[in-house]
């Protein structure tokens, strides 16, 4: 029972006007089959497009049109007379031409599809008295869309025991297809959402026939899930099969001692809501091969760590019929590549701007800050290295005298300066005094451009007065911390001891540091320096950029305070050596000097 669903702007989304179109020829179903099931749709809550009051004639006229274009789904009823009304065959024209993400369920009705797709057989000779007195032109276009429609597997009445069960099967997939295609009520609320369905279209390649698997990599807390959520609500539809299974990793045990019946258990779950079927039995792991082997199946793998979660779910290509898509998200970039899957979609940070109003939108429920908070907001929210345009001269005036705003800072910039500038600029953007933005927030620092954490932070603000968010600033970090660090410390717990040890070492002396350095610095401690690097990032926890070990503040801050907890494995440097530090640069490891004079250059 598959839908068919054409979009010229698949991120895009629609105001529909009913729920189904059905088209149908009345002297063949309105007293039987087509009352029965308009019936039952009304039961269910769905709204359907009835033309009663519209008169018939040679060819449709605007109202019908414009009925057909607002409808989210058509439901063509093809029967033995169908074809012949020109009303109906012009009908089809449009319905098969809709837009925008629009779907087509078709029901044979007492009809053989053979007979709709080649025009023979009683079909066939209603069809050609149609034809009559048409141009050639017409008749091809009929003839197209009947070879169109007839190819999407829909409903066959000869093949069910009884019409009220298959009206019964047939309003509730309308209904799954109906709560799928809604718009989701947060997609505006979702930022920077419409430039992830974009690029992941592109690697859906939805115009291609064969399987394809993609994956969605990136850190714990970036948003994957919410994307693979709205990837599924948005092209999902058109699939005859569809399934999404969320939090795969929480789901399987830690250790798995019995790998095979967890793996039954995973594709039971799977099968169950891709079928429908509540009491299904799974015996073997070729269950899902054997039920899934030629339909057309969209399935999302949320939050997938292990390769035997993928063996059991989506084993390969050949399980899944042509034109299936599998998603599957992960922090694991080895578990994709070991299962063959080489189209991945790096989940990347949220820009500057993106981030902010990300912020504004779980504080304020807008997407900027409202009167009076402009300034607490941008003290609240650190944007990080990032200005598109900053023009620098030594002669103040030479800005000022074009209306510049100017903001005076010392050479070399330290680190304190890039988020002052930052936060000034952003302020001028929003016409506010840059002063408070000074404070240059010990939280927000730490947050970064991490959705997690800007989710936490928001929401943390969320019905606050401006007098509570000033008094709260200061002691804010170690409060909220404690919450995304819960989270976030599920990654570093998947670590052996090892790749602990060393993603501790990372987090306290090497973020920001050349991989080089970083090389010869660990690899009398460590074996396998440059291959404990290609783990860490694989499995999100750095990056390597530019030459360079980069790790996001809260995780840095993770490893930091994991290390503080282990007295026994850290030395204060300043009891090591002779120089005076601060505690801020305490927690370290025995190396000789200069190499500590890298960690600080």
């Given at each position: 029972m598959a839908l068919m669903a054409s979009s010229s702007s698949s991120t895009g989304l629609s105001n529909w006007d009913h729920d189904v179109f059905p088209s149908f020829h009345g002297e063949d179903v309105r007293q039987n089959f087509l009352s029965h099931m308009l019936k039952e749709f009304r039961n269910k809550g769905i709204h359907t497009f009835i033309d009663n009051k519209i008169e018939r004639g040679e060819s449709i006229g605007p109202e019908l049109k414009r009925a057909i274009k607002g409808s989210k789904i058509a439901i063509v009823v093809l029967s033995e007379k169908y074809a012949s009304s020109t009303w109906c065959l012009d009908e089809l024209l449009e319905i098969v031409n809709k837009q925008l993400g629009q779907t087509v369920v078709t029901v044979f009705y007492k009809v053989n599809p053979t007979d709709?797709?080649?025009?023979?057989?009683?079909?066939?000779?209603?069809?050609?008295?149609?034809?009559?007195?048409?141009?050639?032109?017409?008749?091809?276009?009929?003839?197209?869309?009947?070879?169109?429609?007839?190819?999407?597997?829909?409903?066959?009445?000869?093949?069910?025991?009884?019409?009220?069960?298959?009206?019964?099967?047939?309003?509730?997939?309308?209904?799954?297809?109906?709560?799928?295609?809604?718009?989701?009520?947060?997609?505006?609320?979702?930022?920077?959402?419409?430039?992830?369905?974009?690029?992941?279209?592109?690697?859906?390649?939805?115009?291609?026939?064969?399987?394809?698997?993609?994956?969605?990599?990136?850190?714990?807390?970036?948003?994957?899930?919410?994307?693979?959520?709205?990837?599924?609500?948005?092209?999902?539809?058109s699939f005859q099969l569809r399934a999404i299974m969320v939090n795969i990793k929480g789901s399987y045990p830690q250790p798995c001692l019995d790998e095979g019946s967890t793996q039954l258990e995973l594709q039971k779950q799977m099968l169950s809501q891709m079928l429908n079927e509540k009491d299904l039995k799974i015996t073997h792991l070729g269950v899902a091969q054997e039920r899934l082997k030629g339909k057309k199946v969209f399935l999302v793998l949320d939050d997938v760590d292990k390769i035997a979660q993928l063996l059991a779910l989506a084993g390969n290509n050949d399980w899944f019929g042509p034109g299936s898509r599998i998603?599957?998200?992960?922090?694991?970039?080895?578990?994709?590549?070991?299962?063959?899957?080489?189209?991945?979609?790096?989940?990347?940070?949220?820009?500057?701007?993106?981030?902010?109003?990300?912020?504004?939108?779980?504080?304020?429920?807008?997407?900027?800050?409202?009167?009076?908070?402009?300034?607490?907001?941008?003290?609240?929210?650190?944007?990080?290295?990032?200005?598109?345009?900053?023009?620098?001269?030594?002669?103040?005036?030479?800005?000022?005298?074009?209306?510049?705003?100017?903001?005076?800072?010392?050479?070399?910039?330290?680190?304190?300066?890039?988020?002052?500038?930052?936060?000034?600029?952003?302020?001028?953007?929003?016409?506010?005094?840059?002063?408070?933005?000074?404070?240059?927030?010990?939280?927000?620092?730490?947050?970064?451009?991490?959705?997690?954490?800007?989710?936490?932070?928001?929401?943390?603000?969320?019905?606050?007065?401006?007098?509570?968010?000033?008094?709260?600033?200061?002691?804010?970090?170690?409060?909220l911390f404690s919450e995304i660090e819960s989270i976030l410390k599920l990654s570093y717990d998947a670590l052996d001891d090892e790749d602990k040890d060393f993603f501790r070492h990372i987090a306290c002396f090497f973020c920001n540091k050349e991989i080089e350095k970083v090389v010869e610095c660990l690899e009398k401690r460590f074996p396998d320096v440059r291959q404990r690097l290609v783990v860490l990032y694989e499995k999100s926890l750095i990056s390597t950029e530019r030459g360079l070990v980069t790790m996001h503040g809260l995780l840095a801050q993770l490893g930091k305070n994991i290390d503080r907890k282990q007295p026994q494995h850290r030395q204060y440097f300043k009891d090591i050596y002779e120089e005076e530090f601060t505690d801020d640069a305490a927690v370290i490891y025995k190396f000789p000097m200069h190499l500590m004079r890298l960690w600080c250059s």
């Open positions: 709709v797709k080649k025009q023979i057989e009683d079909f066939g000779k209603f069809f050609e008295e149609t034809c009559q007195g048409k141009t050639k032109e017409k008749i091809e276009t009929w003839r197209q869309a009947l070879e169109d429609v007839a190819t999407i597997a829909g409903y066959h009445s000869i093949k069910w025991e009884n019409e009220a069960t298959m009206i019964e099967e047939i309003a509730a997939d309308v209904l799954r297809k109906l709560n799928i295609s809604s718009p989701s009520r947060d997609f505006d609320r979702l930022i920077g959402m419409g430039a992830h369905m974009e690029k992941l279209e592109s690697l859906l390649r939805l115009d291609l026939d064969g399987v394809r698997m993609i994956g969605i990599w990136g850190p714990l807390g970036i948003g994957k899930s919410t994307i693979a959520r709205i990837l599924f609500n948005q092209f999902s539809a998603v599957i998200t992960t922090e694991d970039q080895r578990v994709l590549k070991a299962h063959g899957i080489n189209d991945i979609y790096k989940v990347d940070f949220p820009t500057t701007d993106e981030a902010f109003q990300m912020f504004c939108m779980y504080a304020f429920d807008q997407k900027s800050p409202k009167d009076g908070f402009i300034k607490v907001a941008m003290r609240t929210y650190w944007f990080g290295p990032r200005i598109r345009v900053v023009l620098t001269t030594e002669d103040q005036s030479v800005l000022e005298a074009q209306g510049m705003h100017t903001y005076q800072v010392h050479l070399p910039l330290t680190d304190n300066d890039v988020p002052k500038l930052c936060m000034y600029v952003i302020a001028k953007k929003y016409h506010t005094d840059g002063g408070l933005a000074e404070l240059a927030c010990e939280a927000t620092r730490l947050v970064g451009r991490l959705p997690l954490g800007i989710k936490v932070m928001g929401s943390y603000f969320r019905g606050k007065s401006k007098d509570e968010w000033t008094a709260t600033l200061p002691g804010l970090t170690s409060r």
